[in-house]
């Protein structure tokens, strides 16, 4: 069980200033268990999504990623939004700057253009319809069959979308950097000392990996599923900062992350890592650092996210 090393007085202080802003913490999956557990709301992108979209807080504190702040702004402009540490960024962003994506979809202009939303919000507003690792397969499904996709920018999500939707799929060439971390051999040596264990895996793990996966999914579906499967011990691939819910919530049972190459925790999302507690507290304090965006490019960004949430059932 985890007991927080939190000094109880920086979590008085963040209490404290939580009521005085009228603040929400979102916090992704993926942050560190101290965050999680003084977060209003824990979730993926599509839950912190949904939440950020339905929040009447004057201030929006993101313990997650650059693009899910940014997310959080095109959401509700009126409101203050903060994110932690500003450099706190994503590999599937930064690999696919506006610019470059501008001329990959001139290439394909008769494509319906879907993005993750791991991306900036100069992709999504070049985009008809953004998603989410739990709703990509569904929203895919739900497009006109006679219009060709093209999908962006995590080529390991778009490789699963397209072999569970049976739509071809144009990838923009995209990666994560944790979820290509993950090693086959420690996979193997982990499944030889648990051969019980159930292999869960996040789509954004490559194809040989997931190929090993008794159950694939998003980060809230792998947590659905650990609760419901009759398995007592599970290998997990995806960022660790999961496996703090996953003990939390399901008990009794046993969760193995699986390292990266020669057993090292490169697995772990530097990024994610880079909100602590105190960054928190300086940020409600300060109000920064705020993410603010032009209000055309908001604009253009928020048509296909709405469009997202629209869809999503």
């Known amino acids: 069980m985890f007991v927080s090393t939190a ?4 979590v008085a202080r963040i209490e404290a ?3 005085q802003r009228r603040a929400v913490i979102l916090a992704h999956y993926y942050q560190e268990p101290e965050i999680q557990d003084l977060a209003d709301v824990i979730g993926d992108s599509l839950e912190l999504s949904r939440r950020a979209a339905a929040t009447d807080a004057e201030v929006i504190v993101f313990c997650g990623v650059h693009f899910m702040a940014e997310t959080a702004k095109i959401l509700n402009p009126g409101r203050t939004v903060v994110l932690p540490d500003l450099a706190a960024g994503c590999s599937l962003a930064d690999a696919c700057p506006a610019e470059d994506f501008a001329r990959f979809r001139a290439l394909h202009p008769d494509h319906i253009v879907v993005s993750y939303i791991n991306c900036s919000a100069a992709v999504k507003a070049q985009s008809d319809l953004i998603c989410t690792s739990s709703n990509a397969v569904d929203l895919v499904r739900q497009l006109p069959a006679d219009r060709p996709i093209l999908f962006a920018p995590d080529q390991n999500l778009g490789r699963w979308v397209q072999r569970q939707s049976g739509r071809e799929l144009t990838l923009w060439p995209g990666s994560c950097i944790v979820h290509e971390t993950f090693s086959e051999e420690a996979l193997l040596r982990l499944k030889h000392l648990h051969p ?9 793990c490559q194809p040989h990996l997931l190929d090993h996966a008794d159950f694939i999914g998003s980060t809230s579906a792998l947590l659905r599923h650990a609760a419901s499967s009759s398995a007592a011990t599970f290998l997990v691939l995806t960022e660790p900062g ?10 009794g049972k046993t969760f193995h ?6 057993g090292c925790s490169c697995n772990a999302c530097p990024y994610m890592r880079l909100n602590t507690l105190e ?3 300086h940020c409600l304090e300060t109000l920064s650092p705020a993410i603010e965006l032009d209000e055309d490019l908001r604009l253009r960004a928020l048509a296909p996210i709405e469009r997202m949430l629209a869809m999503s059932r």
């Open 7 to 10: 000094p109880a007085d920086r």
């Open 196 to 204: 019980d264990a159930e292999v869960i895996a996040h789509p954004e």
């Open 257 to 262: 992350d699986v390292p990266g190459a020669d």
């Open 242 to 251: 999961i496996l703090h819910q996953m003990r939390r919530q399901v008990s």
């Open 279 to 281: 960054k928190l507290e």
């Open 17 to 19: 200033l939580r009521q």
